[in-house]
């Protein structure tokens, strides 16, 4: 119920004429204020007329007044500076921090139809919530909602980077490789190929990049993969070898296996397959960040990441298993989404730290310039007329899709603005 009275407050979705404070006052909203996410007064520099003083400061708001009391805010000097608190029901008086002094409250009501709507909202198991107004949106709204969530996923994305970054220890080229080797995993493997790529020694292994079968066996053990027993001469040579690599430089414990997920995926996503892949990348691209922060163009980017297998994973899968030979090449869908997750927001985060617009830059004009991604999400919003035109498109619905429509946060996303307003003319 709150989080509807801060929505209300905030865009004023109350009668505006009449205001009065509980003792009586008559109170003007000129600015509800800024909202405050983090703990503290819920708006920040409020301005209020009351009888005719121009107040600023902080605004509170509860379902009842006596809240004030339970959160235990008249102990806490960061609500010392509260102008008003704004409540549903004032059933009790309030007074401020270290004083005696009583604080102004106003009493609102949200409106039945704003309420009625919101339930709507929270309730409803159609996805999305408000299909019933979501073709009314103007053009330029949705357009400017768009390139909102556009930056606030690639925001995200680089806050993640920058994360990474701190466990590797200010390492940008193996900030790189963690974040690739996530990206590698497509979903579903992804936080195991993080967690396994957080244990490889870099100074260890980069002693060894110029042998395939080295670098394997670093990466296979680390991974869990070289634990069982199997009659196959390679599997056998890369147990051997990283039992001498563990012990020479000693090597963090093995990932655990049973965090590698094989069930419904295709052979071609098996781990197996894709740290194979990791392996013929790490061996052939040293330097891959300045390689990527030198790529002007979206093919070259995509030239970088491209990959294949040493000669046993040609003809295999898993271990001990041979199959039919085949290149383990990506495909041109798998690079752009590795340029999507990986390149891209590598690029923002990178320019960001370095002061460099031109990588920022350059990381909107590749995502502008992909195609959009093809997903059951994207095919949900085509089926409501939203088309996304490029990857930018594609990557803001889902930033829609992820953070408001699967969390019901309707009152932070501008369509559910758009419906929820609409009170005023009913």
Not at 45 to 68: C, M, Q, R
Not at 342 to 369: D, M, Q
Request: proline residues 4%; glycine residues 4%; aromatic residues 12%.
């Amino acid at each position: 119920m709150e989080q509807l009275l801060h929505f209300v407050w905030k865009h004023r979705f109350f009668p505006l004429e009449g205001l009065k404070t509980t003792t009586g006052e008559v109170v003007e909203v000129v600015d509800p204020g800024l909202p405050n996410p983090h703990a503290g007064p819920d708006f920040f520099n409020a301005k209020l007329k009351i009888d005719g003083v121009l107040w600023v400061g902080n605004v509170e708001i509860h379902e009842k007044s006596s809240y004030w009391y339970s959160h235990a805010h008249h102990l806490n000097p960061a609500y010392a500076n509260v102008i008003m608190h704004v409540v549903v029901e004032a059933d009790a008086e309030i007074t401020r921090f270290g004083s005696s002094k009583k604080i102004p409250q106003l009493v609102i009501a949200c409106p039945d139809e704003v309420r009625r709507k919101y339930t709507l909202l929270k309730r409803t198991d159609t996805y999305p919530a408000c299909f019933s107004i979501i073709r009314q949106i103007p053009a330029m709204t949705m357009h400017a909602w768009l390139t909102a969530l556009q930056a606030e996923r690639f925001d995200q994305k680089a806050n993640a980077i920058n994360e990474r970054l701190k466990l590797c220890n200010g390492n940008w080229e193996q900030t790189l490789f963690v974040t690739l080797a996530r990206n590698f995993g497509f979903g579903l493997n992804g936080d195991a190929f993080e967690a396994w790529a957080r244990r490889i020694n870099f100074a260890a292994i980069g002693k060894h990049r110029d042998d395939i079968l080295q670098i394997e066996a670093f990466f296979f053990g680390l991974a869990g993969l070289l634990n069982n027993h199997l009659d196959d001469p390679y599997y056998l040579a890369l147990q051997k070898e990283f039992r001498f690599l563990s012990h020479k430089f000693s090597l963090q414990p093995p990932l655990q296996v049973e965090l590698w997920k094989l069930l419904r995926i295709r052979p071609q996503a098996f781990p197996h397959t894709k740290i194979a892949q990791l392996a013929y990348l790490y061996q052939h691209q040293e330097a891959l960040l300045s390689k990527i922060i030198e790529a002007k163009d979206v093919e070259t980017a995509k030239s970088l990441l491209q990959t294949s297998t040493s000669g046993y994973w040609k003809t295999h899968y898993l271990f001990g298993k041979e199959t039919v030979m085949s290149e383990k090449l990506l495909s041109d869908k798998s690079l752009s989404l590795l340029l999507i997750n990986t390149v891209i927001p590598f690029l923002l985060a990178y320019g960001k730290h370095k002061g460099n617009n031109e990588l920022c830059l350059r990381a909107s004009e590749f995502l502008e310039e992909l195609k959009p991604e093809d997903n059951y999400i994207i095919r949900q919003w085509e089926l409501f007329g939203i088309h996304a035109d490029n990857a930018a498109d594609s990557q803001a619905l889902i930033q829609l899709r992820k953070e408001y429509c699967d969390k019901r946060d309707c009152l932070r996303c501008r369509i559910g603005y758009q419906y929820l307003k609409e009170w005023k003319h009913s």
